[in-house]
C-alpha cells in the first residue's frame, strides 16, 4: 500500500483556494507528526488494513487515500455525497459518524485521466462500502475507514429476490402452504390464509379438526399431510372450509424432524382442487347416463312391439334408477274434455296408486312437464311424455326412502331427472305408436260400415269370451242372422239404400244387446250375436223380440213380393261340454240355413252339442 500524499495530496499552486493550501499544509504537519514514511505508506500505521483508508480535512477535501478509496475519493471530489460531507464536518468537530452503505460507481476514468482511445460504453460497477468517519489529529481531519461490502450486499439481495422467486412461484402454483409441529398444530399458514380463514385464525388450531373424515370418526387423520411422517406426493384430502363447503385438496408435504431425527412436524403445499373434481364427478355421471339411456334405448329399439317397449322401459329404469316402481300411463280424452289418466301402459315393482296419480296429474302444464312430490314414505317423480309437442302421456316413478321431508327435493339428482327427461321423448313416441297400433288394430276388426266387429274381430273376442265362460261355467247364446231378400234391395233401390238397410239392421242388434255382449257382420248381409250369461229359454224370447223388431225393415224391400226381413240360427253354448269355438259357429251357421231352408222370417235352433259326434268340437 502507498502513500497518496504524491497524487491526491499534492503541494497547491498558485492559484489554489486557500482552504486547499491550508489544507495541503495540515496533512504534510500530520505526516511528519505522526509517523516517518507517512501513515499510508508501506510502513505507516495503516499500511496492512484491508478496506478502504482515506484521510480528509475541511470540506471533504481528500488529503490522502489507499488504492481502495479511489472511488470513495472520486465522490469527495466531485462533492456529490452530502451524508458523507456532513460526516466528515461532524468528525473535524470531534464526533464519529457512520455511513453505510455508501454506494459509489467504479470503473470510470479518474479525475484528470485522459483514456487513450475512445471507452467502450458499458455500465458502470457499483460498488458499496460500509464507511466509518472518526476524528483525528485532533479534529483537524477526518479518518474514513471502509470496508467492501458489495459480495455481501449482492449475496443478500440474491437470496431475497430468490426468496421472494420462491414465496412468489408457490403462491402462484398453490392456495397456500403451511407447517405444522408435532402435535398437528399449525405454525405457520401462508399470509393470505386459508379454506375461508384468516393464517392468525389458523395458526395453534389442530390441522385434524379441518377433515371430513376425522368429524365421522374416520381414518383421515392417520392418512392427513398435516402429519405427514413420510413424503407424501399430490394427495388428495377432503376438508370442511369455514362456510361449511367441503373442499378437495391436492396436498404435497414432507416431515419435519430434529437434529436427532425426532419428527418434530410436517410442512407443505396445497391446491384447492374441488371444481376440477366435481367437473370431473360431473362428466362421469353425464357419461354414465349417457350409457344407461343408450342401454335403455337399445333395449326398447330391439323390441318391434310398441307394448314390449314400454314394457322393456319400465323394466330397465327400475335399477338404473334404484326404483321401487314405476308406471307408464296414456293420457285419454275425458267426456269434459280434459285430458285424463288412462291405464297403465306398462309397469313395474310397486307402482304408485291411481289416486295419486291424478291429483299430481292436474299440475302438469306446458309450462311444468316435470312433478316432483316427497313424503315419509318415499318420493314420487312425474314426467310428462311428449310426441310432437303435444303431452300424450306420463312417466311415473316412486322411490321408497328418499326423502326427508314433503317436498324436499333430495331424493332425485340432477341426473335422475337428466335421464328421466331423455327417456320422456322415447316413452312418447313409444305410446304414439301403441295409440296407432291400437287404432290400426281396432280397424282390422271393424266393419267400416256399421261399426260392428268384422268377421276377425268377433272370432278373436268370441274365443275369448268362451275361455272366460269355460271358466266360470257361464253359458251363452249365439246368434246367426242373414238377411232374406237383400239382393231385391240393392237391385231396385240402389247400394245407398242398401247401405242404409244394413245400418239399420246393426242398430237392430245393438238395441237388444247388453254391455259385455258381441254384435258383428260377418260379411255381405251375414251378421252373428253372442249373448253371454244366455240360456235356451232367454235366447227363444231374444229371438221372438228380434223377429218382430226386423218387421221395420221391410220399408227397405224391392217389392211386396221380396220383403226384407232375416233368418235366425241359434246355437246354446253350454261350457259343461267342452265344446270349442269351430264347433259352437258351425252349429250356428248351420241352424240358419235351416231356418232359410223353413221359408225364410224365421227361427230355427241348432240341437244341443254331442261329443261323441264324429268331427265335433
Same mark, same amino acid.
Given at each position: 500500500?502507498?502513500?497518496?500524499?504524491?497524487?491526491?495530496?499534492?503541494?497547491?499552486?498558485?492559484?489554489?483556494?486557500?482552504?486547499?493550501?491550508?489544507?495541503?499544509?495540515?496533512?504534510?504537519?500530520?505526516?511528519?507528526?505522526?509517523?516517518?514514511?507517512?501513515?499510508?505508506?508501506?510502513?505507516?500505521?495503516?499500511?496492512?488494513?484491508?478496506?478502504?483508508?482515506?484521510?480528509?480535512?475541511?470540506?471533504?477535501?481528500?488529503?490522502?487515500?489507499?488504492?481502495?478509496?479511489?472511488?470513495?475519493?472520486?465522490?469527495?471530489?466531485?462533492?456529490?455525497?452530502?451524508?458523507?460531507?456532513?460526516?466528515?464536518?461532524?468528525?473535524?468537530?470531534?464526533?464519529?459518524?457512520?455511513?453505510?452503505?455508501?454506494?459509489?460507481?467504479?470503473?470510470?476514468?479518474?479525475?484528470?485521466?485522459?483514456?487513450?482511445?475512445?471507452?467502450?460504453?458499458?455500465?458502470?460497477?457499483?460498488?458499496?462500502?460500509?464507511?466509518?468517519?472518526?476524528?483525528?489529529?485532533?479534529?483537524?481531519?477526518?479518518?474514513?475507514?471502509?470496508?467492501?461490502?458489495?459480495?455481501?450486499?449482492?449475496?443478500?439481495?440474491?437470496?431475497?429476490?430468490?426468496?421472494?422467486?420462491?414465496?412468489?412461484?408457490?403462491?402462484?402454483?398453490?392456495?397456500?402452504?403451511?407447517?405444522?409441529?408435532?402435535?398437528?398444530?399449525?405454525?405457520?399458514?401462508?399470509?393470505?390464509?386459508?379454506?375461508?380463514?384468516?393464517?392468525?385464525?389458523?395458526?395453534?388450531?389442530?390441522?385434524?379438526?379441518?377433515?371430513?373424515?376425522?368429524?365421522?370418526?374416520?381414518?383421515?387423520?392417520?392418512?392427513?399431510?398435516?402429519?405427514?411422517?413420510?413424503?407424501?406426493?399430490?394427495?388428495?384430502?377432503?376438508?370442511?372450509?369455514?362456510?361449511?363447503?367441503?373442499?378437495?385438496?391436492?396436498?404435497?408435504?414432507?416431515?419435519?424432524?430434529?437434529?436427532?431425527?425426532?419428527?418434530?412436524?410436517?410442512?407443505?403445499?396445497?391446491?384447492?382442487?374441488?371444481?376440477?373434481?366435481?367437473?370431473?364427478?360431473?362428466?362421469?355421471?353425464?357419461?354414465?347416463?349417457?350409457?344407461?339411456?343408450?342401454?335403455?334405448?337399445?333395449?326398447?329399439?330391439?323390441?318391434?312391439?310398441?307394448?314390449?317397449?314400454?314394457?322393456?322401459?319400465?323394466?330397465?329404469?327400475?335399477?338404473?334408477?334404484?326404483?321401487?316402481?314405476?308406471?307408464?300411463?296414456?293420457?285419454?280424452?275425458?267426456?269434459?274434455?280434459?285430458?285424463?289418466?288412462?291405464?297403465?301402459?306398462?309397469?313395474?315393482?310397486?307402482?304408485?296408486?291411481?289416486?295419486?296419480?291424478?291429483?299430481?296429474?292436474?299440475?302438469?302444464?306446458?309450462?311444468?312437464?316435470?312433478?316432483?312430490?316427497?313424503?315419509?314414505?318415499?318420493? *314420487? !317423480?312425474?314426467? =310428462?311424455?311428449?310426441?310432437?309437442?303435444? %303431452?300424450? @302421456?306420463?312417466?311415473? $316413478?316412486? /322411490?321408497? &326412502?328418499?326423502?326427508?321431508?314433503?317436498?324436499?327435493?333430495?331424493?332425485?339428482?340432477?341426473?335422475?331427472?337428466?335421464?328421466?327427461?331423455?327417456?320422456?321423448?322415447?316413452?312418447?313416441?313409444?305410446?304414439?305408436?301403441?295409440?296407432?297400433?291400437?287404432?290400426?288394430?281396432?280397424?282390422?276388426?271393424?266393419?267400416?260400415?256399421?261399426?260392428?266387429?268384422?268377421?276377425?274381430?268377433?272370432?278373436?273376442?268370441?274365443?275369448?269370451?268362451?275361455?272366460?265362460?269355460?271358466?266360470?261355467?257361464?253359458?251363452?247364446?249365439?246368434?246367426?242372422?242373414?238377411?232374406?231378400?237383400?239382393?231385391?234391395?240393392?237391385?231396385?233401390?240402389?247400394?245407398?239404400?242398401?247401405?242404409?238397410? *244394413? !245400418?239399420?239392421? =246393426?242398430?237392430?242388434?245393438?238395441?237388444? %244387446?247388453? @254391455?259385455?255382449?258381441? $254384435?258383428? /257382420?260377418? &260379411?255381405?248381409?251375414?251378421?252373428?250375436?253372442?249373448?253371454?250369461?244366455?240360456?235356451?229359454?232367454?235366447?227363444?224370447?231374444?229371438?221372438?223380440?228380434?223377429?218382430?223388431?226386423?218387421?221395420?225393415?221391410?220399408?227397405?224391400?224391392?217389392?211386396?213380393?221380396?220383403?226384407?226381413?232375416?233368418?235366425?240360427?241359434?246355437?246354446?253354448?253350454?261350457?259343461?261340454?267342452?265344446?270349442?269355438?269351430?264347433?259352437?259357429?258351425?252349429?250356428?251357421?248351420?241352424?240358419?240355413?235351416?231356418?232359410?231352408?223353413?221359408?225364410?222370417?224365421?227361427?230355427?235352433?241348432?240341437?244341443?252339442?254331442?261329443?261323441?259326434?264324429?268331427?265335433?268340437?
Amino acid at each position: 500500500m502507498t502513500a497518496k500524499s504524491g497524487s491526491m495530496a499534492q503541494s497547491p499552486a498558485v492559484g489554489d483556494p486557500p482552504d486547499a493550501r491550508d489544507a495541503a499544509a495540515d496533512y504534510r504537519r500530520l505526516v511528519d507528526e505522526t509517523q516517518p514514511g507517512g501513515l499510508l505508506s508501506a510502513g505507516g500505521a495503516f499500511a496492512h488494513f484491508p478496506g478502504a483508508v482515506l484521510i480528509a480535512g475541511h470540506n471533504g477535501i481528500v488529503l490522502g487515500a489507499n488504492d481502495q478509496a479511489e472511488a470513495i475519493a472520486q465522490i469527495l471530489h466531485a462533492g456529490r455525497h452530502e451524508e458523507l460531507r456532513a460526516a466528515i464536518q461532524a468528525a473535524l468537530g470531534g464526533i464519529s459518524a457512520q455511513v453505510n452503505p455508501l454506494v459509489v460507481s467504479a470503473g470510470q476514468p479518474k479525475a484528470g485521466e485522459v483514456p487513450e482511445r475512445a471507452p467502450v460504453e458499458r455500465a458502470p460497477v457499483e460498488r458499496a462500502y460500509d464507511v466509518v468517519v472518526l476524528p483525528w489529529a485532533d479534529g483537524t481531519a477526518a479518518l474514513l475507514l471502509g470496508r467492501d461490502v458489495t459480495l455481501e450486499r449482492s449475496l443478500r439481495a440474491a437470496l431475497v429476490e430468490s426468496r421472494q422467486r420462491y414465496k412468489d412461484l408457490v403462491e402462484i402454483s398453490n392456495d397456500f402452504a403451511w407447517e405444522t409441529d408435532a402435535q398437528g398444530r399449525f405454525v405457520f399458514v401462508s399470509p393470505r390464509g386459508a379454506l375461508g380463514y384468516e393464517a392468525a385464525e389458523l395458526v395453534g388450531r389442530p390441522a385434524g379438526e379441518l377433515l371430513l373424515d376425522a368429524e365421522s370418526g374416520g381414518s383421515g387423520a392417520e392418512t392427513s399431510p398435516f402429519t405427514a411422517h413420510t413424503v407424501v406426493e399430490e394427495s388428495e384430502v377432503w376438508v370442511r372450509s369455514r362456510d361449511g363447503a367441503h373442499l378437495c385438496l391436492l396436498s404435497t408435504a414432507l416431515p419435519l424432524t430434529s437434529e436427532a431425527g425426532d419428527w418434530i412436524g410436517a410442512r407443505g403445499v396445497c391446491r384447492d382442487v374441488t371444481s376440477l373434481r366435481c367437473h370431473e364427478a360431473d362428466l362421469a355421471e353425464a357419461r354414465n347416463r349417457e350409457r344407461l339411456f343408450s342401454y335403455i334405448v337399445n333395449m326398447v329399439r330391439r323390441e318391434l312391439e310398441p307394448a314390449r317397449m314400454l314394457s322393456a322401459t319400465a323394466e330397465a329404469l327400475m335399477p338404473a334408477l334404484a326404483l321401487t316402481g314405476i308406471s307408464i300411463h296414456a293420457l285419454v280424452d275425458g267426456a269434459d274434455g280434459q285430458r285424463k289418466l288412462g291405464s297403465a301402459l306398462a309397469q313395474a315393482g310397486r307402482p304408485a296408486a291411481p289416486d295419486d296419480l291424478r291429483a299430481l296429474v292436474a299440475r302438469l302444464t306446458a309450462d311444468q312437464q316435470a312433478v316432483e312430490l316427497e313424503d315419509a314414505g318415499g318420493g *314420487l !317423480l312425474l314426467r =310428462a311424455t311428449r310426441y310432437r309437442d303435444e %303431452i300424450n @302421456g306420463l312417466l311415473c $316413478a316412486r /322411490r321408497s &326412502g328418499v326423502g326427508a321431508g314433503p317436498a324436499s327435493g333430495a331424493g332425485w339428482s340432477v341426473e335422475d331427472r337428466g335421464l328421466f327427461d331423455n327417456i320422456a321423448g322415447q316413452v312418447g313416441l313409444a305410446i304414439e305408436q301403441l295409440a296407432r297400433q291400437t287404432e290400426m288394430e281396432v280397424l282390422s276388426m271393424t266393419d267400416p260400415l256399421t261399426g260392428l266387429h268384422n268377421r276377425r274381430g268377433f272370432v278373436e273376442s268370441l274365443e275369448q269370451h268362451l275361455g272366460e265362460d269355460a271358466k266360470s261355467l257361464r253359458p251363452g247364446a249365439l246368434f246367426y242372422i242373414d238377411l232374406d231378400n237383400f239382393k231385391q234391395v240393392n237391385d231396385t233401390h240402389g247400394h245407398q239404400t242398401g247401405d242404409e238397410a *244394413l !245400418l239399420d239392421v =246393426a242398430a237392430l242388434l245393438k238395441e237388444h %244387446i247388453r @254391455g259385455g255382449d258381441l $254384435a258383428a /257382420r260377418l &260379411g255381405g248381409d251375414e251378421f252373428a250375436l253372442f249373448l253371454g250369461g244366455m240360456e235356451r229359454q232367454g235366447a227363444e224370447r231374444k229371438a221372438e223380440l228380434m223377429l218382430k223388431a226386423a218387421e221395420r225393415l221391410r220399408g227397405y224391400s224391392g217389392d211386396d213380393h221380396h220383403l226384407l226381413g232375416f233368418s235366425l240360427g241359434v246355437a246354446i253354448y253350454d261350457p259343461r261340454t267342452g265344446e270349442g269355438l269351430d264347433s259352437l259357429l258351425r252349429r250356428a251357421d248351420e241352424a240358419m240355413y235351416g231356418a232359410k231352408r223353413a221359408g225364410k222370417h224365421s227361427l230355427n235352433f241348432a240341437p244341443d252339442y254331442d261329443r261323441r259326434a264324429k268331427g265335433q268340437g
